[in-house]
Structures are given as structure tokens and as C-alpha cells.
């Protein structure tokens, strides 16, 4: 069978296979109709009929976890090595554990020495004691971060809290990652990356955390009640005055990521040490990240995409 069939040259067709809600928030019209005026179609993957039944497709982004659909993607590519998938399903299976998805960053080697990257102190803990023996055997100090263990996409997986005792350790739903929580000016800089294309936008983040505060505050309170206990007037005004991160430690990383993950398509979260402006902390890890939230986005994922149908600079 041949792979590319009776497709004119001209024209490039890029399969998607994403979850409805993916589908909705991301292959916008506008993204399509950018991409058509470019001459790639982009053509949403029928999950009940084999891809194979589907060709021509010049390449195939997805966005799933299944067993089934993995299972398929993988005999696809057997039989049709020429077409890129995007991303390898293994490559992306590391960054559904917040464990393994930072272990990259610290072996980078970014040539820049007037700042410093690196990944906060951590510990898996998979009940109470666990936690506690965690935070000991790396030296951390409360107010700490939990995060589930599972970096998956569903709704329990974004479920964060801000612990600030140990009271605080006996509410957490286990396993999770119990992470080192660093004043950062209440900014996260996210790097978005497609391919050879890297763009850095800042967001708010939570708050400064003062002494006074870790002092008075107690228990576990999740991300989204943050702003409660501090006052929201407070968590509003921080991180808009934050300085952007230098472009080249930006384009750096992301390229330095991209080659040690295996990965086309992610963003990285990062934040600087409010206490250290050289100091710059990999807090996460996302694959096939919401790039419409992204100004132009339609420009820039489609600046990725013929790189790719052109077989260029993709991993």
C-alpha cells in the first residue's frame, strides 16, 4: 500500500487523534483555515475505523492514552515507518509521572553562566509516614507542595494543595510528590515548545509566602483556595511586574528538552527564585499543552507543522 497514495504534492494531510475537549479547544477553525492557506489539511483521526483505512496522512499528532490506541498507533508506525508520529507514545508515558518527567533538567547542560536551572527538592510518599520520612531525607521545610503522583490529564491530577504542617500531611489523597515550595513572586513563566519553535509567555502564579504567614497558616489548603487565605486583593497583585527570563535561557531550554525528552510537543513551567534572581526552578513538565491560550497560536503551531511535513528539525 503506498503511504502517501494519490495525494497531490501540494497539499499535506496531518491526522489528530485528541480527546473531544481537545478537539474543541484546540483545532480551531482558525487554526484550520491558517493552516489550509499553508497547504495542510488537518484531519481529525476516526477512533472506531483502523488508520491505516484512513491514509493519506503525511503525519499523525495525538493526544490519547489509552492501551488500545497506543497498541494501534505503535502497529502503524511498524508497517508505515515513513510517518512521523508525533509524539512516541513511551516519550510521553514519562511525563504522566511527575517523578520521572524532571529527571532530564538536571542532567542539561545549558550554556549559560549567569543563571541556573534546576528541579526543587522532592520526595514520593505513599501515606503519612512516608511523607514524613520524604521531607527529612531531603531536607525540606514546610509550607510544601503536594501534587498527585499521576501526571495524566484527568481532573484528580491537577488536584495540588499547599501543606504547612504535618496536620496538613494527614489530608493529602496518596501517592503523591511532596515538592519544595519557593517564593517566586507570584509569577510562572511557561515555555511553550513545538519543535524547533520555543515562545515563552508569563502567567500568575501563587503568592509570596512570608514568615509571619507560615508561622499563622495550618493544615493543607488546595491551589485554588490560596487566594482565600491570603487575600485576594494580595494574590491579584503579584506577578505582573515580574521581569521575562532572558530569551536565550528560554530558547535553551527549550531545545535542551526537546533533544532529552524525545519531544515535539510540550511546555515547560518555570519559575524564579524570589530570593535568588539567578535561580531558575523546573517546577512541571506538560505534554500537548493548551497552545491556543498562546497569542497567534494559529502562526505558531503552523510554523511547526511544516517543519514537519517537510521533514524538518522534528525529534
Known amino acids: ?24 479547544s484546540f483545532l480551531q477553525n482558525s487554526l484550520i483555515d491558517h493552516a489550509k492557506n499553508h497547504a495542510i489539511e488537518l484531519i481529525p483521526i476516526d477512533l472506531t475505523t483502523a488508520i491505516h483505512q484512513q491514509l493519506p496522512f503525511h503525519s499523525i499528532i495525538h493526544k490519547l492514552h489509552s492501551p488500545q490506541w497506543t497498541q494501534q498507533l505503535r502497529h502503524f508506525s511498524l508497517h508505515n515507518p515513513s510517518i512521523p508520529i508525533i509524539d512516541p507514545p513511551d516519550a510521553v508515558d514519562r511525563l504522566h509521572d511527575r517523578v520521572t518527567m524532571l529527571d532530564s533538567v538536571p ?19 505513599n501515606d503519612e509516614r512516608t511523607a514524613i520520612e520524604g521531607l527529612d531525607s531531603v ?39 511532596v515538592q519544595e515550595f519557593v517564593n517566586h513572586g507570584g509569577a510562572v ?15 500568575k502564579s501563587l503568592a509570596d509566602i512570608t514568615e509571619e504567614e507560615i508561622k499563622n497558616l495550618k493544615g493543607a489548603v488546595p ?8 487575600g485576594s486583593r494580595e494574590q491579584e497583585e503579584e ?15 527549550g531545545r535542551g528538552l526537546r533533544e532529552a525528552l524525545g519531544l515535539n510537543l510540550f511546555n515547560v513551567d518555570v519559575i524564579r527564585d524570589a530570593n535568588d ?35 524538518k528539525n522534528t525529534v
Not at 283 to 302: M, R, S, V, W
Request: with cysteine; proline share 6%; hydrophobic share 40%.
Open 1 to 24: 500500500m503506498s503511504e502517501i497514495g494519490g495525494q497531490s504534492p501540494s497539499r499535506h494531510r496531518v491526522g489528530f487523534a485528541l480527546e473531544p475537549k481537545k478537539v474543541q
Open 107 to 125: 542532567k542539561l547542560s545549558l550554556q549559560n553562566d549567569v543563571v541556573s536551572v534546576s528541579v526543587p527538592k522532592q520526595a514520593v510518599a
Open 139 to 177: 531536607n525540606l521545610r514546610f509550607p510544601v507542595i503536594a501534587k498527585p503522583l499521576a501526571a495524566d490529564g484527568s481532573a484528580s491530577s491537577h488536584n495540588l494543595c499547599l501543606v504547612f504542617d504535618r496536620e496538613g500531611l494527614k489530608s493529602l489523597n496518596y501517592p503523591v510528590v
Open 189 to 203: 513563566f511557561k515555555i511553550y515548545v513545538a519543535g524547533r519553535h520555543v515562545t515563552c509567555v508569563r502567567r
Open 223 to 230: 491551589f485554588s483556595q490560596v487566594s482565600n487565605v491570603k
Open 239 to 253: 506577578g505582573d511586574g515580574v521581569e521575562m527570563p532572558p530569551e536565550g535561557l528560554v530558547s535553551e531550554l
Open 277 to 311: 534572581e539567578k535561580r531558575y526552578l523546573v517546577i512541571d513538565i506538560n505534554y500537548f499543552p493548551g497552545y491556543a491560550k498562546l497569542p497567534c497560536y494559529e502562526t505558531f503551531f503552523t510554523n511547526f507543522l511544516l517543519d514537519v511535513v517537510h521533514g
